[in-house]
């Protein structure tokens, strides 16, 4: 692999199987089949995962030398554990001289419950035949501590043989041990509680199990994975011998997700299929919110982004503000400190920048991916500045603010020092070519920014998106920064929308196409590509109406509006391909995105066709969740949309936009905390959208309920309804 023209990390290389389990429990995840029975040597991607490198790679359980047939699975709506069931296939056992042979019905039911360093599991089999059994069985165990990126296809600079120790400390504990070249030691314990002795060794333990008629056995795990500096002396981690408290485990996480979701406001509509999205979006982001100092922080997705990504935790808060603003609080207090302080061309970091991702494990440690702490994007950081502007916004905190003013400094500072292109005063990023991202805007496949005859645009890149983040923040808070008193701040900030604002309109409008450029090279040449970049410009007052109005229809025409959503690019480009990850297929997010632009400039008719192909599209998706992204093809009777062979599922950004739809639909904003009524829009397909219980935080406390009916003469009417508390 050539470094230099190839980035390490575009998008997943691996098509996961539909039936496929995916759970997750703070910094672990765990993908197996309907089996329940882990077997990496057959599906490569299958495993227990912690902090970016799989801790068991095999979990598997054998009755006389064959793997029962699952019946059924019972938990894929419930992020933390699964109850299997399965049955073995039919076997006759004949007696020398008998005529008939006895008939052997066996069956196993299993309940695995994961928690944030391990998981525990309950295992039972019983003998349904009516006379006793004598049962070979084993359960195979295996531990290879392969680093995610190797497991997505990366190879290893200088791949060393993997020593993998083993050891058992007693007869129910077995410890699986590697050092890794980070100078981590990484340990596997696995404890079994079981009703009988059985032999073990580093590939598991084995049994014979006697049952009598309708007798069952049960068999108890429990596994920890742990990291240590260095090297230790032996673990008893996974010594204790008391039974796991699986209920209870599973009682606490269900209580954790009720008091989740009791946090957020009630929505009703006139659709109940709506409502259960709605519902699900809450439950999958809580899946993905995972305890940090400050709160809770959505990771990006399941299951190869299950970590922070700055910009996928930022567009999240915006999509969520208006709801619970707490998680945005939590968002900014957490991205900002790992605000960059300095120099560090290795990671792309520079002083006041937000970071782009953070990962563990051995590859990162080495410093063979450039990942661990990585500020490799350029959107981050007016994307945080444009969220902490609309945090205030949302809940009139003043305070939380001047409390933040050193990070919103630092990035300001950022932007001036680093970001800005002296020449153009545009927003720029220049490409990571020693291993890190090319192309590092949310686009960041290495070939989604060229020009209208395919060529990649040369560097250093102006992206047309990021220059309407900016202008979003240099608006905001120069009103913001005179209201705190920081008089200086406030002028300069608003001078630099000024000249921001003016150059944008002289070198990104194309009128031949009637909308803005994707993004203007390091030669100063525009790329004149129908993209969906051009609908975020929508965000900010960056455009004219007359050119917000273009740009709406643009987005909505044909070559760019599949039916189900806005593609990424447009069908007449040279690089569209509707099975891309950016050159033609539809994100919800970015979708969601575009239509508050929309919104903000009042385009009605242009709202309500993009809003009604979302809605539309929901239907045809698993679990009633938008996938990360789906096919651009055009929409056709009789068919949905089909989802990208890669998809991750959940994804932050790409549940919550279903709330970030929802808000613009309800016409709802705030300012200063106090909120107000817009213009809302229902699409043919709905009566009335309700949401109940919105608490405010602003000066006027208490909550607000939004009603929004089509009454009998067809128009639309919003109410408002505040109740003190």
């Not at 809450?282 to 995972?290: F, G, M, Q």
């Not at 991205?335 to 990162?364: C, F, N, S, W, Y």
């Not at 109005?549 to 990424?568: M, P």
């Amino acid at each position: 692999m050539d470094r230099r023209t190839h980035p390490y990390e575009i998008h997943p290389l691996l098509v996961l199987d539909a039936t496929d389990s995916i759970f997750k429990a703070d910094d672990h995840f765990a993908i197996w089949p309907p089996s329940g029975d882990v077997e990496s040597e057959r599906i490569s991607y299958h495993g227990f995962f912690w902090h970016g490198m799989r801790y068991l790679s095999r979990w598997s359980v054998r009755l006389f030398g064959i793997q029962p047939v699952p019946l059924w699975a019972q938990g894929r709506k419930n992020p933390h554990f699964e109850k299997i069931h399965r049955i073995m296939p039919i076997l006759t056992f004949q007696a020398p001289g008998e005529r008939y042979g006895q008939v052997l019905r066996l069956s196993m039911s299993q309940t695995r419950v994961l928690e944030a360093d391990g998981f525990s599991e309950k295992c039972s089999v019983e003998n349904r035949s009516p006379h006793p059994v004598t049962v070979p069985m084993e359960w195979l165990v295996g531990a290879d501590f392969t680093d995610l990126f190797e497991i997505r296809g990366m190879p290893r600079e200088a791949p060393a043989p993997r020593v993998i120790e083993w050891l058992m400390p007693d007869p129910g504990l077995s410890l699986y041990r590697y050092q890794g070249a980070d100078g981590l030691m990484r340990e596997t314990s696995v404890r079994l509680i079981a009703p009988a002795e059985g032999k073990a060794d580093r590939s598991g333990w084995s049994w014979t199990l006697d049952l009598g008629p309708e007798e069952n056995a049960t068999f108890f795990v429990r596994t920890r994975f742990r990291e240590i500096r260095g090297r230790t002396r032996i673990s008893m981690s996974g010594s204790i011998k008391k039974v796991p408290d699986i209920e209870g485990v599973i009682a606490r996480r269900q209580r954790e997700t009720e008091d989740f979701s009791a946090f957020w406001p009630k929505i009703r509509s006139s659709d109940p299929f709506l409502d259960r999205c709605c519902r699900q979006a809450v439950e999958d982001l809580r899946v993905l919110c995972t305890p940090v100092r400050e709160g809770l922080i959505p990771y990006a997705g399941l299951p190869w982004f299950s970590t922070v990504f700055g910009r996928d935790a930022l567009i999240t808060g915006l999509s969520t503000l208006w709801a619970v603003p707490e998680l945005s609080r939590t968002i900014l207090l957490f991205l900002g400190r790992l605000q960059a302080r300095v120099l560090d061309p290795k990671r792309a970091a520079e002083p006041g920048k937000i970071v782009h991702e953070m990962r563990t494990g051995e590859m990162a440690g080495t410093g063979e991916v450039p990942f661990g702490l990585y500020y490799g994007s350029v959107d981050s950081t007016p994307l945080y500045l444009m969220l902490a502007a609309r945090y205030v916004e949302r809940t009139g905190d003043y305070p939380f603010l001047e409390k933040l003013w050193p990070v919103i400094e630092r990035a300001f500072s950022w932007i001036e020092r680093y970001g800005m292109d002296p020449e153009t005063g545009f927003l720029v990023y220049r490409g990571d070519m020693d291993g890190g991202l090319i192309q590092q805007g949310w686009k960041d496949s290495g070939d989604s920014v060229f020009h209208a005859d395919g060529r990649l645009a040369a560097h250093p890149v102006a992206l047309c998106e990021v220059q309407s983040y900016l202008h979003y923040a240099l608006t905001a808070f120069s009103h913001l920064g005179e209201r705190l008193g920081h008089g200086r701040f406030s002028e300069k900030t608003g001078q630099m929308a000024l000249r921001l604002k003016k150059s944008f309109l002289s070198a990104f409008w194309v009128p031949r196409l009637r909308t803005f450029a994707l993004a203007l090279d390091g030669d100063g040449e525009a790329c004149k590509v129908h993209s969906s970049n051009a609908g975020h410009v929508l965000l900010s007052d960056l455009p004219t109406a007359p050119m917000a109005r273009e740009v709406a229809k643009n987005l909505l025409s044909d070559n760019l509006f599949s039916g189900w959503g806005i593609r990424t690019i447009g069908k007449s480009e040279l690089r569209y391909d509707p099975v891309s990850y950016h050159n033609g297929s539809v994100w919800p997010h970015d979708n969601a995105l575009i239509l508050s632009g929309l919104a903000r400039h009042r385009l009605s008719f242009e709202m309500e066709n993009l809003c009604e192909g979302f809605l539309d599209g929901l239907r045809f998706f698993r679990d009633q969740r938008p996938p990360e992204l789906y096919c651009g093809f055009d929409r056709k009777n009789g068919e949905g949309p089909f989802a990208y062979p890669t998809s991750c599922s959940p994804q932050a950004w790409s549940v919550t936009s279903l709330l970030m739809v929802l808000e613009t639909m309800s016409g709802l904003s705030f300012q200063s905390g106090h909120p107000r009524m817009g213009r809302p829009i229902l699409g043919p397909s709905l009566s009335s959208l309700h949401i109940e219980g919105i608490r405010l935080t602003g000066p006027t406390g208490g909550r607000a309920n939004v009603f929004v009916d089509r009454q009998e003469d067809g128009i639309v009417r919003p109410v408002m309804e505040i109740r003190k508390e």
